[in-house]
């Protein structure tokens, strides 16, 4: 059992930055892929971006390419979501997610953590 807690989350003005942590415990976490969703009030949970286990496969959704970074660092059981130049459509609870394939879909991912709130203001 895969326990997963997010941090980092927070209120910016557009066009400001924030860095978003999700720290594991309870499995090994190299063995697993790591997603980031989103989910904005009336609106369905959606794909941000997803690191695999190794390095070169990473995949974001288009509305966030070019702005937002995702990482991992395996000795640290973290994985990090840098946001840049964030607008208010950003606006949403951000959601660490754990599975074992690279994919956009939601209930491909097995853990979840509770979620942080960033609130992007125009």
């Known amino acids: 059992q895969v326990q997963l807690v997010e941090s980092g989350g927070g209120s910016v003005q557009a066009g400001g930055s924030l860095r978003l942590s999700c720290a594991a415990s309870?499995?090994?976490?190299?063995?697993?892929?790591m997603g980031w969703f989103r989910q904005a009030p009336g609106k369905e949970r959606e794909f941000v971006a997803a690191?695999?286990?190794?390095?070169?496969?990473?995949l974001y959704t288009d509305s966030v390419k070019g702005r937002f970074t995702i990482s991992r660092d395996n000795a640290k059981n973290t994985v990090s979501l840098q946001m840049n130049s964030l607008k208010p459509e950003d606006t949403a609870v951000y959601y660490c997610?754990?599975?074992?394939?690279?994919?956009?879909?939601?209930?491909?991912?097995?853990?979840w953590g509770p979620g942080t709130q960033v609130t992007v203001s125009s």
């Open positions: 309870g499995g090994t976490f190299s063995n697993y892929v």
């Open positions: 690191h695999g286990r190794i390095s070169f496969s990473v």
């Open positions: 997610a754990a599975g074992s394939a690279v994919s956009r879909v939601p209930n491909q991912y097995d853990y």
